[in-house]
């Protein structure tokens, strides 16, 4: 029997390039999150559009991103190349960022939102893919959990520097937008010159996977997974709407990223340590416990729009994604073959694409029609019905 590992041996023996590729993420969250905690405000206060605007906004860009992965992830298999597809994506999210300072009406806003959001659907799944074929079996849940930990900090100090500038600017949403293009670039670069992709094997073939055969490769039990993931989707709406609800409180304009700073810190905090958990625990149990979370994050914030109860939903929020997310996308490398991971995960996020653009364009309608909680009440009776698909999971899996 071996050792146990510890956490620091867990650490030391995470591949180099796992580390890389959670940096790039770190670097490209921080110019996304300048601009993402700050642009439903601007789009409120600025150009004085509806909920219902915001949450279709936000909807229609994460499931474009979401959707793409399918044709990433497919075009990586067949190509059997993960590395420059993914340098494509961060490049397309990288050029897009300036258009963000230069816009002055939704359409336009909407408009770098989904080509900003085409660009990470073209690296998510290539680059998940990639995780999966340079860490070893055994630390692939922790594998996961750092790389989102450093992506993670990347969107809580995205928003700490968007603060500080917009107190140190006056408000001014388009300076901090132009800052926001540096560490974009930055992250193309660390890619192209920090990682460096495995060899094929000298014998594989390209492997087509929208042939039947091998889309009947992927079993029962993934697409399992995939209906878990598109329902936590529907339960976990744009987090844009978070920052509605602190604006309703009456928070200072300024200080408002700061919500975001929070949840993405708890996020960060948790997303490695829940990942190592996952590679010990049973994954069911796990989500089942993310799931309630989650609810008691929605009733928090439905309760009240107050400052206490808006930080305290949204570090229970931060802590859900941090013990689910990257344990999702365990799940999926462990239930799709390896020479089709890359379409698997494009069906995950293609089922999760049109999930969150439901929920986002959902919460949108009722924020606006009914109140910003029953919007969060809504969240909470989805997380019950995710529940239940996780029960009738767990009860197939056993039979």
């Not at 490209?28 to 905690?37: A, R, T």
């Not at 799944?125 to 990347?154: C, E, H, K, N, Y």
Request: charged share 15%.
């Amino acid at each position: 029997m071996s050792d146990p590992i510890t956490p620091k041996s867990t650490q030391r023996q995470i591949p180099p390039a796992i580390w890389v590729l959670g940096f790039v993420s770190l670097l490209m969250d921080i110019s996304s999150e300048m601009i993402h905690s700050l642009l439903p405000l601007f789009l409120a206060t600025a150009l004085g559009v509806s909920a219902l605007t915001i949450g279709l906004i936000e909807g229609v860009a994460e499931a474009t991103a979401l959707i793409v992965k399918v044709f990433s992830g497919m075009l990586s298999d067949y190509l059997g190349k993960r590395k420059w597809l993914a340098i494509t994506g961060y490049a397309l999210a990288a050029i897009t960022k300036p258009v963000f300072a230069l816009a002055s009406s939704s359409g336009a806003i909407m408009g770098a939102r989904v080509l900003d959001r085409i660009g990470k659907g073209i690296r998510g799944a290539p680059r998940d893919a990639l995780i999966a074929d340079i860490a070893p079996p055994g630390l692939r849940g922790a594998s996961f959990g750092l790389r989102q930990a450093l992506d993670t900090v990347g969107a809580f100090v995205g928003p700490l520097l968007a603060a500080g500038l917009m107190l140190l600017w006056a408000n001014d949403f388009r300076a901090v937008f132009w800052v926001a293009v540096i560490p974009a670039f930055l992250a193309v670069a660390l890619l192209i010159f920090g990682v460096k992709e495995p060899q094929r094997a000298a014998d594989a073939k390209p492997v087509n996977p929208v042939q039947r055969k091998n889309l009947q490769r992927l079993s029962r039990a993934y697409w399992w997974v995939v209906a878990i993931g598109a329902t936590f989707t529907l339960a976990r709406f744009s987090e844009a709407f978070l920052v509605l609800r602190a604006q309703q409180g009456g928070m200072t304009l300024a200080l408002i990223p700061l919500v975001m700073m929070l949840m993405s810190m708890v996020y960060a905090a948790s997303a490695y340590p829940f990942g190592k958990l996952s590679d010990k625990m049973s994954h069911l149990k796990l989500l089942a416990l993310g799931l309630l979370v989650l609810i008691a994050a929605d009733l928090a914030l439905a309760w009240s729009n107050h400052w206490s109860m808006v930080l305290l939903g949204v570090t229970l929020w931060g802590l859900h994604m941090g013990m689910t997310q990257g344990l999702l996308a365990t799940m999926v490398a462990d239930t799709a073959p390896a020479d089709l991971r890359g379409t698997a995960y494009g069906f995950f996020n293609l089922m999760s694409g049109i999930a969150m653009l439901i929920a986002s364009v959902l919460a949108g309608l009722i924020w606006d029609r009914l109140g910003a909680d029953y919007t969060f009440y809504a969240g909470a009776f989805f997380c019950l019905i995710a529940l239940l698909v996780i029960s009738k999971y767990s009860i197939k899996s056993n039979t």
